[in-house]
């Protein structure tokens, strides 16, 4: 079972590799690089312009690699997955930076490599998309990811992902065309997981001490991305818990938020509301605000707290990090005093 792949690289380099036949393609619809984590594995899919599979009823991999380069924030090469088919070999490999070979598995079709016919969509060096194009996709486990004896996290180290093809005459020649040689570089995405951090502006109560009926309460997030680079598809998660008692209306987010469950107030107390950004750009060096807003349609006399129990940051899903309390309460009317005889003047 292959993880849900997010797409990562569109556009393909035109005439990576010769034959043309074996190239990977796309365009700004269909992605050429995808890639997913799953608990215990990485994937990534190819859209390649040909079938990979040797000979029919297709069994094997034709005498080609395909792979992808892994590499750190400074562009240095960290590891290559790659799945090869030269020299009747038949697997999946895992190479560290020197191209060494540290990991490998037989290729078993429908289990750590896949291949699945699409609709002709990309081009191969700029010709019409005549043909089908087929989805190349391969795994391998993130235990088996080892760099100076020391298991290298995926899924939480800032890298990038770069795909490569080759021709069959060189075996020394893994990438037809270097990645860093385009202008700009073609076949290399942006980072993921990159350093984010996140703020939060919990709002202040008036001088009364609480919030009341008709007040708005605003709750500010900041997310600050303190690299060089920019990040791409980022995800804030924020949870607010509304008390017995409390009513508050439906939220407002800005930006808009692309989840909120329930999607709908009025929200009578005891729920939580799950308000989620999802997709969003963060420049290098600059921080991105995000609010949440509601008003406060009932409350009870003493004074009781909604809970903002969770808000987090990151590429794939938030993580725990921030709590804020927010006092509530019914507004008291001082009693009117009754008129006495001896306050009338005459």
Not at 25 to 53: E, K, M, Q, W
Not at 115 to 135: E, K, M, R, W, Y
Not at 194 to 218: M, N, R
């Amino acid at each position: 079972m292959f993880p849900t792949f997010i797409p990562y690289i569109f556009n393909a380099a035109s005439n990576n590799v010769s034959p043309c036949a074996v190239d990977v393609v796309g365009n700004g619809l269909n992605p050429a690089l995808a890639f997913g984590f799953s608990a215990t594995h990485i994937a990534f899919r190819l859209r390649l312009n040909c079938d990979p599979r040797k000979s029919n009823p297709q069994t094997e991999i034709e005498e080609h690699r395909w792979g992808v380069e892994i590499k750190d924030i400074n562009g240095n090469l960290l590891f290559t997955v790659e799945v090869d088919g030269k020299n009747n070999k038949y697997f999946v490999a895992i190479r560290n930076s020197n191209f060494a070979t540290i990991y490998t598995e037989s290729i078993v079709l429908g289990t750590n490599v896949d291949v699945t016919q699409v609709t002709g969509i990309a081009s191969c060096n700029g010709q019409p998309p005549l043909d089908s194009d087929f989805l190349l996709d391969f795994q391998m486990p993130l235990s088996r990811f080892i760099r100076n004896n020391i298991l290298f996290d995926l899924s939480k180290e800032v890298v990038q992902f770069c795909f490569y093809t080759t021709t069959c005459c060189d075996d020394n020649n893994i990438n037809k065309e270097d990645p860093d040689d385009q202008v700009p570089p073609c076949k290399c995405g942006k980072f993921i997981n990159v350093p984010l951090t996140l703020t939060k502006l919990c709002p202040i109560p008036p001088a009364g001490g609480s919030f009341i009926v008709d007040d708005d309460v605003t709750i500010i997030l900041s997310v600050s991305n303190t690299s060089m680079v920019t990040a791409t598809n980022v995800t804030v998660v924020d949870l607010l818990n509304i008390p017995t008692g409390v009513t508050i209306s439906s939220l407002t987010t800005l930006p808009l938020a692309i989840t909120i469950i329930p999607p709908a107030g009025p929200y009578v107390g005891n729920i939580d509301i799950t308000t989620m950004w999802t997709g969003l750009t963060i420049p290098a060096q600059s921080a991105l605000q995000l609010s949440i807003t509601f008003t406060i349609l009932d409350a009870p006399i003493q004074t009781t707290n909604i809970t903002n129990i969770d808000a987090g940051i990151g590429q794939l899903s938030g993580i725990n990090n921030f709590r804020c309390t927010i006092p509530v309460s019914m507004e008291i009317t001082p009693p009117t005093r009754g008129v006495k005889f001896y306050d009338l003047k005459f």
